[in-house]
């Protein structure tokens, strides 16, 4: 398998660190203290003292994000990115970490998210919105109340309409995330269900019912990259950033060319072809599923099945392992959850995930993972190829 880096010219590049915080129902903390709890678990689990970490990417919290998470942290990086694009800021901020160290501005980046969303709500100190804002392109569809479910909603309609995906197929997704989140105690959900339990369930956006829909949960986790010279004195065996990919689309639905084709068409190609790999060579995927769609749509793109052809594919048993964890459908989803993708990933790469753990047919661990994030509606993507090698 490909040992080099995503920059063949630079330096190479490993996930010497994760971690996450405490997750799912958490009611007495606060956004900062799940990024310093993620941050101190991904450090100990790296071996590395903090002083190697000379940079930070962090999003989603303070006013000048990241400089008040490095502050609250202790760190003074002389690195930092605040690339905000939704759910796939923290794949594009890996491969924006790999570059910097592979180029030589930075030696060990810390990548850290921590949120308090379900807890905010049930102490009502946030509300649920309608809208993200109602300013620039977003003010000719907002007054007519097109919400950010109904925007994946009307997507996946288009994709029942040009394929011929049914409800059943889309329902399937969930309950292979509930099956795998019921391995993990980690899980926030972890009770079976069925499809027709799915498909009965309560309707939140034609076509989507509750359980397509991801939970609302509390949680944070850090992803540590460092400089390959930095890998002998780590506690455990690296897992290398062989290659990502980035790619915005649109934000207003009447720019989007295809309701069927999302952003990770180019993200993935762009990583499996600086990796030097293919989509056949890949062992598991973390995919963002926010919605049932998004895993069924994402597996086309990425280039698991032909286009049309998710349906079927996400029917299948013994097909490609997709989220491991359970997922955004059951394990959790505080918000921006890609960088938990990401965790995830080197979990199963190193042979430590606490419950559902992926082996090749000959027994041994797996060597290739893709971690794919989405951002807004369809409105960004990020995707991470990473190896054992």
Same mark, same amino acid.
């Given at each position: 398998m490909p040992t080099t880096s995503r920059n063949r010219a630079g330096r190479r590049v490993a996930v010497v660190g994760i971690s996450l915080s405490d997750c799912g129902r958490v009611d007495e903390a606060t956004p900062y203290t799940l990024h310093a709890q993620a941050a101190r678990r991904a450090l100990a689990d790296s071996g590395l003292d903090r002083s190697v970490i000379d940079g930070l990417a962090s999003a989603g919290l303070g006013t000048l994000a990241p400089v008040e998470v490095a502050e609250y942290l202790g760190l003074r990086p002389r690195w930092v990115d605040s690339t905000a694009v939704g759910g796939a800021t923290w794949e594009v901020m890996a491969g !924006?970490?790999?570059? *910097?160290? *592979?180029?030589? !501005?930075?030696? /060990?980046?810390? %990548?850290?998210?921590?949120?308090? /969303?379900r807890a905010d709500i049930k102490a009502r100190r946030r509300t649920s919105n309608l809208s993200f804002g109602a300013r620039g392109p977003l003010q000719f569809e907002a007054p007519y109340g097109h919400t950010l479910? *109904?925007?994946?909603?009307?997507?996946? &309609? &288009? !994709?029942?309409? =040009?394929?011929?995906?049914? %409800? =059943?197929? %889309? *329902? =399937?997704v969930a309950v292979q995330a509930r099956a795998n989140a019921a391995l993990n105690p980690e899980a926030m959900f972890r009770e079976p269900v069925t499809v027709d339990e799915v498909l009965d369930g309560p309707m939140i956006a034609d076509p989507f019912t509750k359980l397509h829909c991801c939970i609302r949960s509390d949680g944070g986790c850090a992803v540590l990259l460092a400089a390959e010279e930095y890998v002998p004195d780590t506690a455990k065996a690296p897992v290398w950033v062989l290659g990502t990919g980035e790619h915005v689309s649109h934000t207003t639905m009447s720019e989007w060319e295809d309701f069927t084709v999302s952003p990770a068409a180019v993200s993935g190609r762009l990583a499996f072809e600086r990796a030097g790999v293919r989509p056949q060579d890949i062992d598991l995927a973390e995919i963002y599923d926010a919605f049932t769609y998004m895993t069924l749509v994402t597996l086309e793109d990425l280039g698991f099945c032909a286009k049309g052809e998710g349906g079927p594919f996400v029917g299948e048993k013994d097909h490609l392992p997709v989220n491991t964890d359970g997922g955004g459908l059951s394990a959790c989803h505080p918000g921006m959850r890609g960088l938990f993708l990401l965790v995830e990933a080197v979990r199963q790469l190193r042979g430590e995930a606490p419950g559902l753990q992926v082996r090749r047919a000959d027994g041994s661990l797996p060597e290739l993972a893709v971690a794919s994030g989405t951002g807004g509606w369809f409105c960004s993507s990020g995707t991470v190829v990473l190896g054992r090698g």
């Amino acid at each position: 398998m490909p040992t080099t880096s995503r920059n063949r010219a630079g330096r190479r590049v490993a996930v010497v660190g994760i971690s996450l915080s405490d997750c799912g129902r958490v009611d007495e903390a606060t956004p900062y203290t799940l990024h310093a709890q993620a941050a101190r678990r991904a450090l100990a689990d790296s071996g590395l003292d903090r002083s190697v970490i000379d940079g930070l990417a962090s999003a989603g919290l303070g006013t000048l994000a990241p400089v008040e998470v490095a502050e609250y942290l202790g760190l003074r990086p002389r690195w930092v990115d605040s690339t905000a694009v939704g759910g796939a800021t923290w794949e594009v901020m890996a491969g !924006h970490a790999a570059d *910097a160290i *592979a180029a030589g !501005h930075a030696n /060990a980046v810390l %990548l850290v998210y921590g949120s308090t /969303a379900r807890a905010d709500i049930k102490a009502r100190r946030r509300t649920s919105n309608l809208s993200f804002g109602a300013r620039g392109p977003l003010q000719f569809e907002a007054p007519y109340g097109h919400t950010l479910i *109904a925007k994946y909603a009307m997507a996946a &309609r &288009r !994709h029942m309409h =040009e394929y011929g995906t049914t %409800l =059943e197929q %889309l *329902a =399937e997704v969930a309950v292979q995330a509930r099956a795998n989140a019921a391995l993990n105690p980690e899980a926030m959900f972890r009770e079976p269900v069925t499809v027709d339990e799915v498909l009965d369930g309560p309707m939140i956006a034609d076509p989507f019912t509750k359980l397509h829909c991801c939970i609302r949960s509390d949680g944070g986790c850090a992803v540590l990259l460092a400089a390959e010279e930095y890998v002998p004195d780590t506690a455990k065996a690296p897992v290398w950033v062989l290659g990502t990919g980035e790619h915005v689309s649109h934000t207003t639905m009447s720019e989007w060319e295809d309701f069927t084709v999302s952003p990770a068409a180019v993200s993935g190609r762009l990583a499996f072809e600086r990796a030097g790999v293919r989509p056949q060579d890949i062992d598991l995927a973390e995919i963002y599923d926010a919605f049932t769609y998004m895993t069924l749509v994402t597996l086309e793109d990425l280039g698991f099945c032909a286009k049309g052809e998710g349906g079927p594919f996400v029917g299948e048993k013994d097909h490609l392992p997709v989220n491991t964890d359970g997922g955004g459908l059951s394990a959790c989803h505080p918000g921006m959850r890609g960088l938990f993708l990401l965790v995830e990933a080197v979990r199963q790469l190193r042979g430590e995930a606490p419950g559902l753990q992926v082996r090749r047919a000959d027994g041994s661990l797996p060597e290739l993972a893709v971690a794919s994030g989405t951002g807004g509606w369809f409105c960004s993507s990020g995707t991470v190829v990473l190896g054992r090698g």
